[in-house]
């Protein structure tokens, strides 16, 4: 059975910092891997979405990269400002038709 | 385009009562699916669909029932409450390809 860790569950730093969030799956036969934010009391939201044959996707300020034969992935969110505190979820779409297994997330804090 | 869309957003059952979450799509998505999110559990699959017609248990399928009528739509039914099914309720869609999948914004469901 897939497994997803996300490592740290929480991290608070200065507004201003860069900062890598660690995604790792326990098998490697994937899909994809897609990074979400969701906000408190809010859904879901898409941030990035990396195929089994990409290394990386990047979308403004924010880049994923995936190694499939090691089970990682790592978000970095650069010069970090107040509006990207939320939770960010890693998940991972196997080989068959059911759906996503989800990280637990970590809980991002960036302090004015 | 208003994506995925969720009612109700709150709901306060009785043990034993009956409800149904409804969920609609508009991006003409054929893979439709059902999350529990609840703390320290992360999101867990309930029930997903990859067409009308077709429909399939997910991690957690007891208690829940799902139709797919339409490519729209996605309703899940809670047959008799129980506490345990206290949680908040995702839907979320995809066309049947391995692709990002789009949130609706929960239904939060507590059950006295």
């Known amino acids: 059975k897939q497994e997803v860790t996300q490592i740290p569950a929480a991290l608070s730093v200065p507004e201003g910092e860069n900062l890598v969030l660690n995604c790792s799956f326990t098998?490697?036969?994937?899909?994809?891997l897609q990074w979400f934010r969701q906000d408190p009391g809010k859904g879901l939201t898409s941030l990035l979405l990396?195929?089994?044959?990409?290394r990386e996707q990047t979308s403004g300020r924010l880049n994923a990269s995936l190694d499939k034969s090691s089970g990682r992935s790592t978000l970095y969110i650069a010069a970090s400002q107040p509006g990207d505190s939320a939770t960010y979820l890693c998940?991972?779409?196997?080989?068959?038709?059911?759906?996503?297994?989800f990280g637990k997330g970590t809980h991002l804090i960036i302090q004015p | 385009n208003a994506g995925v869309t969720q009612t109700p957003k709150f709901q306060v059952l009785k043990t034993g009562q009956s409800m149904t979450l409804q969920c609609a799509q508009d991006?003409?998505?054929?893979?439709m699916s059902w999350y529990r999110q609840d703390p320290g559990m992360g999101l867990r699959l309930i029930h997903y669909?990859?067409?009308?017609?077709?429909?399939d248990q997910g991690e957690v399928p007891n208690g829940y029932n799902v139709s797919r009528s339409t490519t729209e739509d996605f309703p899940l039914r809670l047959l008799s409450a129980a506490p345990s099914q206290t949680s908040v309720y995702f839907c979320?869609?995809?066309?049947?390809?391995?692709?990002?999948?789009?949130f609706g914004e929960g239904s939060r469901l507590t059950v006295l």
């Open positions: 979320a869609s995809r066309t049947f390809s391995a692709g990002e999948l789009f």
């Open positions: 098998d490697s036969a994937i899909y994809n």
């Open positions: 990396i195929q089994s044959s990409q």
């Open positions: 998940a991972v779409q196997g080989g068959g038709a059911d759906g996503l297994t």
């Open positions: 991006m003409n998505h054929e893979y």
């Open positions: 669909s990859v067409g009308a017609g077709i429909t």
